[in-house]
């Protein structure tokens, strides 16, 4: 058996679309477009694409986008007072603040300066708090993205026996609570798991978030497993994710590529996020589905 290829392009495609048809009865309503406020510090070369992909993303779903590009040697203070004016814009319904950010940086204080109310990374700890609780607000984006691929696949996931390999706050342990609401049975494996390939044969949804290329193998998946591979690692070889694909293809009912799998629906969410929080500012429905 060859598994079914996930096509996360495809999808994430058909969710932009979607959210651009909602995008224009708002505008017409409110008068004014969503806004995403993207702040890139520095000129890391592949955060400089991510900012590039996410304004174009935006600009194409009717969306406004303000992107504000400082330099490498931005002071904390410097960044909190951009943060603390774009809380205070009323166009601004999103902003991300693209990490990593230069090591003299206080990360951590600069996610706490951020509005919840238009965190659309869903980063800020009372976001990360809504979500243990069950609470509307905002989940981060590459989670979202590989639970839409999975329900897609899975319409009811309840009951479902689900393995998240790797416990970071921007996917596992996110990704973990979004199953556990799913009514799955949630297992978090990482780094000091004693035999993770015990846990991942029991799984009948693995989604794996490690960093380390090629870590998954072929022989631990369960027959007919949905395998999302969250993985982006550069290797001799080119782009590789967490899973060795083709062993994994073989056993599985469905896997993610890589690239061209989850990456995709991790702009389509912030998309996503941006619009529903346009609508919560405005006091309207987003009239978004489940399926969104
Ligand atoms: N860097 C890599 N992924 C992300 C993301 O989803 N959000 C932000 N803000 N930075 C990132």
């Known amino acids: 058996m060859t598994a079914t290829l996930i096509d996360g392009k495809a999808r994430a495609a058909r969710l932009r679309a979607d959210i651009a048809t909602h995008v224009a009865p708002f505008k017409a309503a409110t008068g004014r477009a969503p806004g995403l406020a993207v702040v890139l510090v520095g000129e890391d070369p592949a955060s400089a694409v ?40 009323p166009r601004v319904d999103g902003i991300l603040v693209q990490l990593p950010l230069p090591a003299h940086i206080d990360t951590q204080a600069v996610l706490l300066a951020i509005d919840p109310d238009k965190d659309v990374d869903g980063f800020h700890p009372v976001n990360a708090g809504r979500l243990a609780i069950g609470a509307a607000g905002f989940v981060p ?55 993770i390939a015990a846990h991942v044969r029991r799984a009948d949804i693995v989604v794996a978030a490690v960093g380390i290329a090629q870590f998954v193998q072929g022989d631990w998946i369960k027959p007919g497993a949905s395998v999302i591979d969250v993985g982006i690692n550069r290797t001799e070889t080119g782009l590789v994710g967490d899973v060795d694909f083709a062993a994994a293809q073989a056993v599985a009912g469905a896997i993610t590529p890589v690239p061209g799998g989850v990456g995709p629906m991790t702009i389509a969410c912030l998309i996503r996020n941006t619009y529903v929080s346009a609508c919560r500012r405005e006091g309207r429905p987003d009239g978004l589905g489940t399926a969104s």
């Open 50 to 89: 991510y900012v590039r992909s996410k304004g174009k993303a935006t600009r194409e779903a009717g969306m406004e986008s303000f992107e504000h590009r400082l330099p490498v040697d931005t002071t904390s203070e410097a960044l909190l007072a951009l943060v603390r004016d774009l809380n205070v814009d």
């Open 141 to 195: 984006c590459t989670p979202l993205g590989c639970l839409l691929l999975l329900q897609d696949i899975h319409p009811q996931l309840a009951g479902m026996e689900a393995v998240v390999i790797g416990r970071s706050n921007i996917v596992g342990k996110p990704m973990a609570q979004l199953l556990l609401q799913q009514s799955c049975t949630v297992t978090v494996t990482h780094s000091r798991t004693r035999d």
